[in-house]
């Protein structure tokens, strides 16, 4: 009897690592003075 269970493409370790660093160092680059999401004006 043949196996009905499509396989589904997994994501290697080594991938999802990848992609975990990427979300966290872009989460933390929003915060950095100065950035696009840097909007305010201290010159007064």
């Given at each position: 009897m043949k196996d009905t269970v499509q396989n589904r493409s997994i994501l290697t370790p080594s991938r999802r690592l990848a992609i975990a660093?990427?979300?966290l160092i872009s989460s933390?680059?929003?915060l950095v003075p100065g950035s696009s999401i840097e909007t305010r004006d201290f010159s007064r």
């Open positions: 660093l990427w979300c933390f680059a929003t």
